[in-house]
């Protein structure tokens, strides 16, 4: 009979009352799992698990304020984070055994509440058979000493840092405020103090990496921490020791590089090319030694302005706009002159060339020497 009871119950308005104890929910939220206290904790000998459930008592009634007809009643719960509208987080349906209207039932006993709003907007809504959904849904609210619960929410903080991995020994290092210099020792920073936890530059105060935390990591006298391509490691100082510097020779007067370097004079935009460049001399302006892409050793550009030396053992001594191409080949002086052959010379002059093999130009304006050994 009891699809009967429910179909005449069907049409009519029914209402939902609740106790004024019906169910008391702390303001925070609560995770999807059970929190167990274990008997390990200080706090406690025995283990306590916190059921995800509510207990909740309600009334149904007729249009006219009449209890409802005992008996079973396919009962489906919602749980809402809005009064009017949206769609229910969480659900369950009971079959209740009502007397006298009366019911009550524990939330959560067969799909177990994982967590509730921690905004604190709560709502039940109550469904009866397959009529449509009561309303107005009830909201669920604390009772005055839940109140007291929001210090749990607190318990995992230490003046506002996050201790939820903290031991008899050590801090989270992600939540603490930085490395200090007393952490450091023989420059190494021990791991129990950080926690099995990247340290990164901001975790580091400044000034806390002091002389004394160094390590010397095989550094010797006069040594400093230089970059060789690949790591930090110690190398000789850049002022009297490194790769640029000069150093007195034998007899003391003459000064060389303690590598060997290519010389150009700086800020002059001049440029020396090839792997055999440390053999280049350019104290030119705006001059070159070497070709691009090719390894020419030897190549001399003694002074003057846009001079090129773009072959082995090629020398422009200055003027501007010469060019020494050819190998050996050499320009002394004057302007846009060119010695290509090889071997061949232009002593001076202007516009210039000694194109064939040990071709010789001795000065004057635009002569030729296009033949080898041929002589202007």
């Known amino acids: 009979m009891k699809p009967i009871i429910l179909a005449l119950l069907t049409p009519l308005s029914l209402w939902l009352w609740a106790a004024d104890d019906a169910a008391v929910l702390p303001s925070q939220g609560v995770t999807a799992a059970p929190s ?38 396919q009962l489906t719960f919602r749980l809402y984070t809005e009064e009017t509208g949206g769609s229910p987080f969480w659900t369950e349906a009971q079959t209740i055994t009502v007397r006298n209207g009366l019911f009550s039932a524990l939330l959560g006993a067969v799909n177990p509440i994982g967590s509730v709003p921690d905004a604190g907007n709560l709502y039940l809504s109550l469904q009866v058979g397959i009529a449509p959904e009561l309303t107005p849904r009830l909201r669920i609210v604390s009772a005055a000493y839940a109140f007291l619960t929001e210090r749990a ?19 989270n290092e ?21 926690a099995n936890n990247a340290i990164t530059s901001a975790k580091i105060g400044n000034g806390e990496v002091t002389m004394p935390k160094i390590n010397q990591s095989g550094a010797t006298l006069n040594q400093v921490i230089k970059w060789n391509g690949t790591q930090w490691a110690p190398a000789n100082d850049s002022v009297g020791q490194g790769d640029s510097a000069w150093v ?20 002059s935009n001049n440029m020396l090319y090839g792997n055999y460049r440390f053999t280049h001399t350019n104290l030119g302006v705006a001059c070159v030694t070497g070709t691009s892409g090719e390894d020419y050793p ?30 050996s080949a050499t320009v002394a002086g004057g302007r846009y002159n060119t010695a290509s052959g090889d071997h061949a010379t232009v002593a001076g002059g202007y516009w210039s060339t000694a194109s064939g093999n040990y071709a010789t130009v001795g000065g004057g304006p635009g002569n030729r020497a296009s033949h080898d050994y041929a002589t202007v």
């Not at 992600?174 to 950080?194: H, L, P, R, W």
């Open 36 to 73: 167990t206290l274990t008997s390990t904790s200080p706090l406690s000998s025995f283990a306590i698990t916190i059921p995800r459930m509510l207990s909740y008592q309600g009334k149904l009634t007729d249009s006219l304020g009449n209890p409802v007809p005992d008996g079973n009643y």
């Open 153 to 171: 929410a607190n318990s995992d903080l230490l003046q506002g840092k996050d201790t939820t991995a903290l031991d008899s020994r050590y801090v």
């Open 174 to 194: 992600s939540q603490a405020n930085s490395i200090t210099s007393a952490m450091i020792v023989d420059g190494t920073i021990a791991t129990a103090d950080i």
């Open 248 to 267: 007195r020779g034998t007899p003391d007067s003459v000064l060389y590089t303690i590598r060997p370097l290519g010389i150009a004079r700086g800020g």
């Open 298 to 327: 030897y190549c001399t550009v003694g002074g003057g302005n846009g001079n090129t030396a773009s072959a082995r053992n090629a020398t422009v001594a200055g003027g501007a706009g010469n060019t020494a191409s050819g190998p």
